[in-house]
T-cell receptor, first 111, second 117 residues
Framework: NAGVMQNPRHLVRRRGQEARLRCSPM?????VYWYRQLPEEGLKFMVY????????ESGMPKERFSAEFPKEGPSILRIQQVVRGDSAAYFC?????????FGPGTRLLVL | AQTVTQSQPEMSVQEAETVTLSCTYD???????LFWYKQPPSRQMILVIR??????QNATENRFSVNFQKAAKSFSLKISDSQLGDAAMYFC??????????????FGKGTHLIIQP
């Protein structure tokens, strides 16, 4: 059973561009979570999705950030008009219910 | 809101010795889950151990065990016979059991564990 897949692993964007981060959950997992990790910090919850539904987006910045988990295909975290402060590692996790399993993360660098 | 505190930014232990990492949390809930995750230099988050709050028995996974003190809201991780591969950041995490236990995790700031050969 393949683990949680994330791509790209590294992404470089210039200020003002858009960043799209993808996450494919483990087979059989219907819950997807996105977290952000700033340097020297723990992970901060951003959003929790199930297929075609956003369940909890309480940790998501109100502007420029959006997430989706369509019926077919991976979950997407989209950051519009990136700024330097968006530089971080973004982790996706999936779970059947209680325990979350993490992907390898996407390191976003905004120049 | 729940908070998780790891008061040790860094710990060092000799190879083959035992080390304990501290974690305390604050919650008004009675049912929840606690986790320890390991993040090696590769940055991958790896589940180490999990504890359900309703279980009194401390969880154990090979060389890793926890000391769960519910009244004190304490959840420490003990690593026995430390190995070089244990060197990593260790994060304590909390998750509510409300809503079926599917909420996001709340993480502590982490403890950097150094293994001295």
């Amino acid at each position: 059973n393949a683990g949680v897949m994330q791509n790209p692993r590294h992404l470089v964007r210039r200020r003002g561009q858009e960043a799209r981060l993808r996450c494919s959950p483990m087979k059989g997992h219907s819950h997807v979570y996105w977290y952000r990790q700033l340097p020297e910090e723990g992970l901060k919850f951003m959003v929790y999705l199930q297929k075609e539904n956003i369940i909890d987006e309480s940790g998501m910045p109100k502007e420029r950030f959006s997430a989706e988990f369509p019926k077919e295909g991976p979950s997407i975290l989209r950051i519009q008009q990136v700024v330097r402060g968006d530089s971080a590692a973004y982790f996706c996790a999936s779970s059947p219910l209680e325990t979350q399993y993490f992907g390898p993360g996407t390191r976003l660098l905004v120049l | 809101a729940q908070t998780v505190t790891q008061s040790q930014p860094e710990m060092s232990v000799q190879e083959a010795e035992t080390v304990t990492l501290s974690c305390t949390y604050d919650t008004s809930e009675s049912d929840y889950y606690l986790f320890w995750y390991k993040q090696p230099p590769s940055r991958q988050m790896i589940l180490v151990i999990r504890q359900e709050a309703y279980k009194q028995q401390n969880a154990t996974e090979n060389r890793f065990s926890v000391n769960f003190q519910k009244a004190a809201k304490s959840f420490s991780l003990k690593i026995s016979d430390s190995q070089l591969g244990d060197a990593a950041m260790y994060f304590c995490a909390y998750r509510s059991a409300a809503g079926g236990g599917a909420d996001g995790l709340t993480f502590g700031k982490g403890t950097h564990l150094i293994i001295q050969p």
